[in-house]
Nanobody, 127 residues
Framework: QVQLVESGGGLVQPGGSLRLSCVVS????????IGWFRQAPGKEREGVAC????????FYQDSVKGRFTISRENAKNTVHLQMNGLKPEDTAVYSC????????????????????WGQGTQVTVSS
């Protein structure tokens, strides 16, 4: 059964950094997309970044470009989200998700496209 487990969230000051990790198990197909989403209180869930397998293409929400980097460790079936220059508006619950796809992916996929989700990890950026 597919499982996703996030880790790495916490409390950080503005300008600080965190690295989130998403360990995926029970998912062995070659063609898939893993995405990071976030949801702050009173706001809609929004896509942050995604990475496409097998080629490794990445896509980002405009507000995090240049600050966040999504990457993968294939041998450990793990995807990371390196977050630098964090701002208070980055505060949210961050979740990872995975979907199978055989279609061309040229941008962030919406939340509705994903089949499996982790439980989320809280990121709080505050002084």
């Amino acid at each position: 059964q597919v499982q996703l487990v996030e880790s790495g969230g916490g409390l950080v000051q503005p300008g600080g950094s965190l690295r989130l990790s998403c360990v995926v198990s029970g998912f062995t197909l070659d063609y898939y997309v893993i995405g990071w989403f976030r949801q702050a209180p009173g706001k809609e869930r929004e896509g942050v970044a995604c990475i496409v397998s097998p080629e490794g293409s990445t896509f980002y929400q405009d507000s995090v470009k240049g600050r966040f980097t999504i990457s993968r460790e294939n041998a450990k079936n793990t995807v990371h989200l390196q977050m630098n220059g964090l701002k208070p508006e980055d505060t949210a619950v961050y979740s990872c998700a995975v979907t199978r796809t055989m279609m061309q992916v040229g941008s962030l996929l919406p939340a509705s496209a994903y089949d499996y989700w982790g439980q989320g990890t809280q990121v709080t950026v505050s002084s």
